[in-house]
């Protein structure tokens, strides 16, 4: 058996509730401010830290995370010449892939100026276009007037480029997993198996990696892997402690930077609502293929018009009994929606940080203001469970940044406050990465602290809720401990 001891455990069952001894064995927690230390092998001293129940990121891209941290990244860069600058430092040989590129109109011809004997991709920061050269686009074999692709031409372009191997896939895994710990993450709701190998080896490489970096992986599989899961004879639920196979992820509209998500009014300047990534059909096809295999779906959806939709789709074909499907992002909405979702059996995978990172600037892509804008508290009020996420590489996975966003609602372009009214307690906003994360966990209870429950601890510095705003963009993560081991611990 382990004790922690020394610190401010909160249950997340109540404010009131905490304890200051915990006590875990074969994974879970036994007891609780009742045992007697000389009956523990091992002590833990939390030395006046806050321990939480795991927290959880419930929905980002593990290995793609990974790949980010290997990667040149143009994140935060917001002028031209410095992303220029920025790319010609790293001398490549004949290949320049960066990620996080804020699209500012660079074109081919931009590019083409500095770059016209090497190829040169820049991957856009909402990870739905890319902008080519010249030279990339001849290697691709693909024609483009600007060199600006978006959706499925930017898909097709990303199956192009080449992969990596499955060593290198794995580390990826694992450097991901290593920078989560430093978070305080002990598990996340990950969409990879599409992208890199193919869904066996990123199945195996995942299962490689989890044997030394413990750490609650949960897959949603892409529904263009379906054909591969089947045919593999893998069984969707719980493959192994550290390994769940989820929901079918199906992406429904676009992005709001690309103005491909679906808008009940025109993009400002133009005639277009926006898109159907995949269009009506396939979309339909898909969502009963996985209700045909018993499946649950996890459905990409940002705009009003696209989440309407959905919510139409979802009640004309249900889940199984018992089941809830999820909506990740769910941005902009109307009243009639937010009532229509109420009675559907969903959950909702929003990302705070996307509210500080997108606004004011979506304003100036719309003709008209949304009703409902990123609407929190009007889902909390709903009845709906909303989990909260960083869909990391595209922000950053911290979920501190995430509670501060969720709670304050300021933005980092013009540091105003928007929609005050739709902001969270930050107890609200803390349920969103701990007991709410778990609503589509299949590897059960989890998310408070209570006996039976799994080890899974996050260790702070601090109370969460008597932090200030500024207070929460600092490093306060103490320890990150998963299946009883401490997985990391500050220096």
């Known amino acids: 058996m382990k004790c922690f001891i020394n610190g401010f455990m909160h249950s997340m069952d109540d404010k009131d509730t905490i304890y200051h001894q915990l006590t875990t064995e074969d994974g879970k927690i036994v007891a609780l401010d009742v045992m007697d230390l000389r009956l523990c092998d091992e002590v833990i001293d939390l030395q006046g830290g806050h321990l939480y129940p795991g927290f959880v990121d419930a929905h980002l891209h593990i290995a793609g995370y990974g790949e980010f941290l290997n990667t040149i990244h143009l994140n935060d860069i917001k002028d031209q010449e410095t992303i220029i600058k920025h790319l010609k430092s790293h001398h490549p040989s004949d290949f320049i892939f960066a990620v996080g590129y804020l699209d500012m109109g660079i074109t081919k011809h931009d590019l083409d100026r500095h770059f016209q004997d090497i190829s040169v991709v820049l991957r856009h920061n909402d990870y739905h276009g890319l902008t080519l050269n010249s030279h990339a686009l001849r290697r ?293 990465y701990t007991t709410s994360s778990h609503a589509q966990s299949l590897l059960q209870p989890r998310g408070y602290l209570k006996k039976g429950y799994l080890a899974d601890f996050s260790v702070f510095d601090c109370d969460l809720e008597k932090l200030m705003e500024r207070d929460f963009e600092r490093d306060h993560v103490l320890m990150t401990i998963v299946d009883e081991k401490v997985v990391y611990q500050a220096q």
């Open 140 to 432: 691709f074999e693909i024609e483009d007037e600007t060199g600006i692709l978006k959706e499925e031409k930017a898909v097709e372009i990303m199956q192009k480029i080449p992969k990596p191997t499955q060593k290198e896939l794995i580390n990826h895994i694992k450097r991901a997993i290593h920078q989560l710990y430093r978070y305080g993450i002990t598990g996340g709701h990950s969409d990879d198996l599409y992208y890199y190998l193919g869904f066996e080896k990123t199945t195996q490489a995942f299962k490689q990696a989890l044997k030394d970096h413990p750490f609650r992986a949960h897959l949603l599989m892409h529904h263009q892997v379906l054909s591969d899961f089947e045919s593999s004879g893998a069984s969707w639920g719980i493959v192994n402690p550290y390994l769940e196979l989820g929901a079918v992820k199906i992406f429904y509209d676009g992005t709001m930077s690309s103005k491909t998500a679906l808008m009940h009014a025109v993009y400002k300047g133009s005639d277009s609502h926006g898109e159907i990534v995949m269009g009506q059909d396939l979309f339909k096809h898909a969502l009963l293929r996985a209700r045909k295999l018993g499946l649950t779906v996890a459905i990409h959806v940002i705009g009003d018009k696209g989440l309407s939709d959905v919510c139409q789709l979802l009640s004309e074909h249900p889940p199984k009994a018992g089941q809830k499907d999820r909506m990740i992002h769910a941005t902009w909405a109307d009243i009639h929606t937010v009532k229509q979702m109420k009675n559907l059996p969903i959950t909702l995978d929003i990302q705070p940080q996307f509210l500080s990172s997108d606004l004011p600037r979506a304003y100036r892509y719309f003709s008209q203001k949304p009703e409902l804008i990123f609407p929190w508290k009007s889902y909390l009020d709903n009845m709906l469970i909303l989990s909260g996420s960083s869909d990391a590489p595209v922000e950053t996975p911290n979920p501190l940044l995430g509670i501060k966003d969720a709670v304050y609602r300021r933005s980092k372009e013009d540091h105003r406050v928007y929609e005050s009214d739709e902001a969270l307690s930050v107890r609200e906003a803390i349920r969103l």
